[in-house]
């Protein structure tokens, strides 16, 4: 009982503290004399709340992470882009747990997060991005940028390859595993394959490119059916990684040969 009361307040300092620093960065080019007071109002009622359900302790332990996040953005570029990625990693356990008031186990169960089968399962993943994203996209590819003229050979790649070392390593180690918790093990459930898949490709819509949104969602599209025909989020994890770390391959080899 003390365990998963500490992983529900573990879950709830995280996207606290994530969640506020996104908030942070979006209303950074508003106006200083609204947001901050709305800010820091809303820090207030939060944390309020928190000490009430978990404690005083708990109430500053979320104050502490919040400033945790500020000060990392304010050193590292991308770090409001790991903030997202904790909000979503995080967020469904706080959803199920503080407003479901579901148990622990039920809430992994729901999620898909099970041991069972574990390595075949991964395999699966890694198996499904090789031999079926992996063409789809490139055919794709091929469609917008060579037959379309849609936009310019290597735009993304030429934007990805100027990414940090971290940043790279991140989105293909937790981004994947955040990203589907949030995406197919909460929202695929509710909204369903076609709607979980394209919300997917907008939230990664970020250099306004069409191949890009076309990857994802075809990405996103198999990663849900991995989800549903397994009932297991580890299919689509390892899918999602392996799909991740290919690219970050591709695009750090096309940046190195344009240097060249």
Avoid at 219 to 235: C, D, E, W
Avoid at 240 to 250: G, R, S
Wanted: charged fraction near 10%; include cysteine; proline fraction near 3%.
């Amino acid at each position: 009982m003390q365990k998963e009361r500490a992983f529900r307040a573990l879950s709830l300092l995280l996207f606290f503290g994530s969640i506020f620093e996104v908030l942070t960065v979006l209303i950074r080019k508003l106006p200083l004399f609204v947001t901050i007071p709305a800010l820091w109002a809303l820090l207030a009622i939060c944390t309020a709340a928190i000490g009430k359900r978990y404690g005083k302790a708990t109430a500053v332990g979320a104050d502490i992470v919040y400033a945790a996040f500020t000060l990392l953005s304010m050193h590292f570029a991308y770090a409001s882009s790991i903030a997202l990625s904790i909000a979503f990693l995080s967020f469904p356990f706080v959803w199920d747990a503080e407003l479901q008031h579901k148990s622990l186990k039920k809430i992994f169960n729901y999620l898909g997060l099970k041991t069972e089968g574990f390595l075949m399962n991964a395999l699966l993943g890694v198996a499904a991005t090789i031999f079926i994203i992996g063409p789809l996209v490139i055919a794709e590819a091929i469609v917008v940028v060579m037959l379309l003229h849609l936009e310019e050979p290597g735009k993304v790649s030429m934007i990805v390859s100027g990414l940090p070392l971290y940043i790279l390593i991140f989105s293909f180690t937790i981004g994947p595993i955040a990203e589907e918790i949030f995406f197919r093990g909460f929202l695929l459930s509710r909204v369903g394959i076609i709607l979980s898949s394209l919300l997917f490709a907008l939230a990664h819509y970020s250099y306004g490119s069409y191949t890009e949104f076309l990857a994802a969602f075809t990405a996103g599209f198999v990663f849900a059916v991995l989800y549903k025909k397994s009932k297991s989020i580890i299919p689509s994890i390892f899918a999602h990684a392996t799909f991740n770390f290919i690219n970050v391959i591709m695009v750090v080899s096309y940046g190195l040969q344009v240097v060249k």
